[in-house]
């Protein structure tokens, strides 16, 4: 299972971005998704996950600006941020928990997308 994920760049302090994450390879089914991030000297944090259901959940500090979205046909996270913070200036990664053809629930890791908040 590999993911891809796409649409970092650099962006003004209250701009948008869209994060998307791509799955492909085999696999029976993807369960929860979801991104994480890391800034230069930090750990990485959660942002936000959602189930397959469609279910939602934010890090506190993300609510209100972060919106978390799937396409389960197309196996695709996305991740919409607005009024965006120097502080939001981080490696982006997606995340996938998926069930392999070997009936294993496995979680997969994307490459990490820059996302850069500067005027």
């Known amino acids: 299972v590999q993911l891809q994920a796409s649409g970092g760049g650099l962006v003004q302090p209250g701009g948008s971005l869209r994060l998307s994450c791509a799955t492909s390879?085999?696999?029976?089914?993807?369960?929860?998704m979801g991104w994480s991030r890391q800034a230069p000297g930090k750990e990485r944090e959660l942002v936000a996950v959602i189930s397959r259901d469609g279910t939602t959940n934010y890090a506190d500090s993300k609510k209100g600006r972060f919106t978390v979205s799937r396409d389960g046909a197309k196996n695709t996270v996305y991740l919409q941020m607005n009024s965006l913070e120097p502080e939001d200036t981080a490696v982006y990664y997606c995340?996938?928990?998926?069930?392999?053809?070997?009936?294993?629930?496995?979680?997969?890791w994307g490459q990490g997308t820059l996302v850069t908040v500067s005027s």
């Open positions: 995340n996938a928990e998926a069930v392999t053809m070997g009936w294993k629930t496995v979680s997969f």
């Open positions: 390879g085999r696999f029976r089914s993807i369960n929860g």
